[in-house]
């Protein structure tokens, strides 16, 4: 039930590891770029921190699309300027397609992961 980060020459890899079986696939959320190693993990599927996107980690399919920024729905009330900033960053953050993740093919052995670029 755990996830992590590791860097094979310029790529960038999430390990995580649902169920007791090791998935490696990119670490890198195909919406915003953001790394999916600082999100959740929930049964197979990683939730990326930034925008919510989720995908599952034994295939890289994604399986919901980003949240929608809400400011209505912030802690503290937000000043009508920063509230159109917000709607705007929502609305072009809407139009980023989201993509399905590369995955990588994995092998366990003793207490080493091997990753097949």
Do not use: W
């Amino acid at each position: 039930g755990k996830m992590k980060h590791i860097e094979v020459g310029e790529k960038e890899i999430l390990l995580a590891n649902p169920e007791g079986r090791v998935y490696a696939l990119c670490d890198r959320c195909s919406h915003m770029n953001a790394p999916l190693s600082m999100g959740t993990l929930n049964g197979k599927v990683v939730t990326c921190a930034a925008h919510g996107a989720r995908f599952d980690v034994t295939t890289g399919k994604k399986v919901a699309e980003p949240m929608a920024l809400d400011p209505s729905k912030f802690p503290e009330p937000i000043p009508e300027s920063l509230q159109k900033m917000f709607a705007r960053s929502g609305e072009i953050m809407s139009k980023i397609k989201t993509y399905n993740q590369p995955t990588y093919e994995t092998k366990v052995e003793g207490n080493r992961v091997k990753v097949k670029i």
